[in-house]
């Protein structure tokens, strides 16, 4: 607590509280989680008043007005600062009908435990505003360089008390409170002087969970899990959005303050839904960590709670109709299967090979689709739509006769053991991924990690499909935010996923002629550009993805990535969040192109560090090849 005179009081009992939520979804919509923290603050005020930044649809009116007494709408301009500037000044003199004031936003999740203990907590200390969180001193910051910040309760929480919300200095203030922007105007010209404003007005603040206690900066970010075992009630959204190099170098693991958040009753789905509409996908992954590596410990499917199941293969090399039964064959459940082959010789082939192999199979049919342009994309999406959109099935597992013969004999044949031994290598880890879906409503998909043995993806998987990503994605009304130098993507097109969460792709009309020719079937074409798609447009629905790994395939893929990175992170010094930093301070961005080489010689070479890489270089191989050869990349990149 600050050393000033102490002016302020403890809340009275029976006192009256006011809440002004500020809430903003570019969709104009209100998620689950909102409603959620809006009926846990209920009981604590004696008013909530939600202010929309931006537009609101009806739908999210009717979810907000059970929750809160009025709800405002603004234009979506100076961020929840100047929403709380407006708020207050609708309420106008009503404001002395409270006791207290709390400003706060749709920044957190919660409450993930009682809000209760906290308020009652807070209410008997003597002072005139409190946050729920604070932000340490710092001698340096990225807003503010060499000078620092100064120690403040943080902006997302603050309540304010009487003594201070009737004072001459409180009205001075939201008048001459700055325009800002942009985010950065609002973090200097708020929450970096809002504190000492008032301290210095000779008012005195509180925080109830302070950060130095967790040996950090930034507690909310950054010790969320101890926050939550000590009873804050409220888990930030940026743990789950927050740079995952930044979050590794300080041990943040997400998924254990959703396992928290969990124990203490939150329910999670509304967290994930709405992280999967507004967080680019495999940001979400790392942050979240929302990979499973299923075994033992893992819940199996639970029989008495059936899902409907279809497997829709599409089979171009016949040859390997057996081993793809073999694998549907683990599934727990009786399932429907579905086969899409190009010509009726093959059709004929499969149909042959599954009379000759038993098993549990409900309806059984093969397809003869019109054209083999787009390969099983065409097929799932338009040769089998009816089957996607008859909301017959619970489940789909998609899987084709995969052989890559184009890289080769290993490299292909480990790209289609990669994504059978992770989907469907025996009964025990099927049951088990149908048993994620059994658990998680909101579970839309579920598939192998990135491919990355045998092929360069790490750091370049977009390839050159994001221009015609973006456009599509743009068409089709997908607003989740892309990743930035890989998509999180089923490479190799098989997965889990729940036909709903499908929906955005199945609902459009595509045509074979939509694919192109067979020379169409490369990077930039649409059937490259759906494969990376899954992700976003079931995030956009509400649905997240999980990777799944089976343990032993975990343990060579862990075991090569470990290697790989360890002998890339030697080029650089410092933690991985610096590297990358740096990289991209002196020019690569990250799209694996010649180019992005080429501007990174040209920024060190105007920095002086070519010459001194020379001199480093020049000792241990022939002089100056490996500037050359940097030069030489840029150079074929632009013909």
Known sequence: ???????????????????????????????????????????????????????????????????????????????????????????????????????????????????????????????????????????????????????????????????????????????????????????????????????????????????????????????????????????????????????????????????????????????????????????????????????????????????????????????????ILERADTLPVPYDFVVTTPDPTRAERIREHIARLPGERGDVSVRVVESNDGRDQSAFLVGCRDVLSSGRYDVVVKLHSKKTPQDGYNVGTHFREQQFLNLLPDRDHSSRVLGLFQREKGLGLAFPPMIHIGYPTLGRAWWANKPGFERLADEMGIRVPLDDVSPLAPYGSMFFARPEALRLLVDREWRYSDFGGADAYQDGGLAHILERMPSYAAGELGFHSRTIVAPDYAAVSHTALDFKLDEMSATIPGYAHEKIDRLRTVGYVGTGSGADFLRMYMRLNHMGVVHRLRRVMDPLRRPGRWIRAMVDVGRRSRR
């Open 1 to 323: 607590m600050s050393a000033m005179r102490a002016s302020g009081s403890a809340f009275p009992e029976g006192g009256r509280r006011l809440v002004v939520y500020v809430v903003y979804d570019r969709r104009g919509g209100v998620d689950e989680y909102v409603v959620h923290a809006l009926a846990g603050l209920r009981e604590h005020a004696a008013r909530i008043l939600v202010v929309v930044n931006g537009k609101l649809t009806p739908e999210g009116r009717a979810r907000l007005e059970p929750v809160s007494d009025e709800v405002l709408v603004r234009d979506n301009v100076g961020f929840d600062i100047w929403a709380h500037k407006e708020a207050l000044e609708h309420v106008g003199a009503g404001l002395s009908e409270f006791d207290e004031v709390v400003l706060t936003n749709d920044t957190w999740f919660g409450p993930v435990r009682p809000f209760g203990a906290v308020f009652e907590r807070m209410d008997a200390l003597e002072i005139d505003f409190w946050g729920m969180t604070d932000h340490s001193a710092e001698d340096w910051h990225m807003f503010t360089g060499s000078a620092g910040v100064p120690h403040h309760p943080q902006s997302f929480w603050i309540a304010v008390r009487r003594s201070m919300f009737t004072s001459e200095r409180w009205a001075r203030y939201w008048q001459d409170l700055p325009e800002m922007p942009g985010y950065r105007d609002a973090v200097l010209g708020h929450e970096l002087v809002f504190t000492s404003v008032f301290r210095d007005a000779g008012f005195v603040d509180g925080v109830a969970f302070r950060s130095e206690d967790y040996g950090s900066a930034n507690a909310s970010l950054l010790a969320p899990v101890a926050l939550m075992e000590d009873g804050c009630p409220l888990l930030k959204r940026r743990v789950f959005f927050h740079s995952p190099p930044f979050l590794d170098r300080h041990a943040v693991i997400g998924r254990w303050a959703l396992e928290a958040a969990a124990a203490g009753g939150y329910p999670t789905e509304l967290a994930l839904s709405n992280l999967a509409r507004n967080v680019a996908p495999k940001v979400l992954n790392a942050d979240a960590g929302l990979m499973d590596v299923l075994g033992p410990d893992d819940a199996p499917y639970d029989p008495a709670e059936p899902l409907r199941v279809v497997v829709v293969a599409h089979i171009f090399y016949d040859e390997m109709t057996p081993e």
